[in-house]
Nanobody, 125 residues
Framework: QVQLVESGGGLVQLGGSLRLSCVAS????????MAWYRQRPGKERELVAR???????NYAGFVKGRFTISRDNAKKTVYLQMNGLKPGDTALYYC???????????????????WGQGTRVTVSS
């Protein structure tokens, strides 16, 4: 069983900062690409940023240099540093990871997509 657990959300004022964390746990062979998505009220879920095992990153246009994604492979953890927060960033932020597990004997490696339960970010004006 694999779990992704996010933390770090909260209420912050316009221009403030938050740092989100997401830890993967369980029977894991490898954690590949990790990402942050968000779902704003009344909107569909959208990609915020993603990072590969090697540290290559890409960001949504609305981030505009305000957010930084990073990871600690040894800790199976991904972070999202958010600066210059705006009311429009108010959303439920979800962690996503592509995780490999060994299944069966002899083991075959399978990759699957996993999601966290979400952490709420609210930015007040």
């Amino acid at each position: 069983q694999v779990q992704l657990v996010e933390s770090g959300g909260g209420l912050v004022q316009l221009g403030g900062s938050l740092r989100l964390s997401c830890v993967a746990s369980g029977t894991i062979f490898n954690v590949n690409t990790m990402a942050w998505y968000r779902q704003r009220p009344g909107k569909e879920r959208e990609l915020v940023a993603r990072i590969t095992v090697g540290g290559n990153t890409n960001y949504a246009g609305f981030v505009k240099g305000r957010f930084t994604i990073s990871r600690d492979n040894a800790k199976k953890t991904v972070y999202l540093q958010m600066n210059g927060l705006k009311p429009g960033d108010t959303a439920l932020y979800y962690c996503n990871a592509k995780i490999e597990q060994v299944v069966g004997v002899p083991g075959a490696v399978y990759e699957d997509d996993y999601w966290g339960q979400g952490t709420r970010v609210t930015v007040s004006s």
